[in-house]
């Protein structure tokens, strides 16, 4: 059964810690995506990554990091310098080449809120 | 630069037609894309349309582009309960980097019984 999956699909915490959020993938994609939504917001890029060990910064970087160890997974930490962290997370990934649509596929999200 | 824009909110009756309006600014934009969102839940991908094309349909999905207007529509024909959701779009555009999309706010449907 293929797709995306993120842990855990809830998840509370204290001002002032670090959270790390967890997407995992087994369609094979080369890139990952990380975005956050917040109410009546579009979906806003936070990092992406497009091979192993490599990522780049989104939109509104401040105060996330990410890691790209392995093809299939791209966990994204939510820092304590992140000054308005509650909000719905949502994990992508997609094919990387030319002349293909380079659909986004997406995870289930987690929804975070700090307390 | 990349703004894609959508109205909010939209209620239709069971049975009608709903249509979503969507436009966007970047006349290089390569794939335009309709994603529908159920409550708490993620971004499900309904259908695209390369930027060459007018209009593509889905069986009750019927995406209409037009790119001198900039402007991107989605019809849902016979609409149902279930086709309560928000709905996003999103353009490709070599401009906005490689493998980057750029999303609407969301327009948020609302089917009466």
């Known amino acids: 059964d293929g797709g995306i999956t993120q842990s855990p699909k809830y998840l509370f915490r204290k001002e002032g810690q670090n959270v790390t959020l967890s997407c995992e993938q087994n369609?094979?994609?080369?890139?990952m995506y990380w975005y956050r939504q917040d109410p009546g917001q579009g979906l806003r890029l936070i990092y992406y990554s497009q091979i192993v060990n490599d990522f780049q910064k989104g939109d509104i970087a401040e105060g996330y990091s990410v890691s790209r160890e392995k093809k299939e997974s791209f966990p994204l930490t939510v820092t304590s310098a992140q000054k308005n962290p509650t909000a719905f997370y949502l994990c992508?990934?997609?094919?990387?080449?030319?002349?293909?649509?380079?659909?986004?596929?997406f995870g289930p999200g987690t929804r975070l809120t700090v307390l | 630069g990349e703004d894609v824009e959508q109205s909010l909110f939209l209620s239709v009756r069971e049975g009608d037609s709903s249509v979503i309006n969507c436009t966007y600014t970047?006349?290089?934009?390569?794939?335009l894309y309709w994603y529908k969102q159920e409550p708490g839940a993620g971004l499900q991908l309904l259908t695209y349309?390369?930027?060459?094309?007018d209009m593509k349909q889905d069986q009750r999905l019927t995406v209409l582009l037009n790119k001198k207007d900039k402007h991107l529509s989605l019809r849902i024909a016979d609409t149902q309960t279930g086709d309560s959701a928000i709905y996003f779009c999103?353009?490709?555009?070599?401009?906005?980097?490689?493998?980057?999309?750029?999303f609407g706010k969301g327009n948020q449907v609302v089917v009466i019984p």
């Open positions: 970047d006349s290089s934009s390569t794939y």
């Open positions: 369609l094979n994609h080369d890139a």
């Open positions: 999103a353009e490709k555009s070599e401009n906005y980097g490689n493998n980057r999309l750029a």
């Open positions: 992508a990934s997609s094919i990387v080449g030319e002349l293909i649509t380079d659909t986004q596929y």
């Open positions: 349309i390369f930027s060459n094309m």
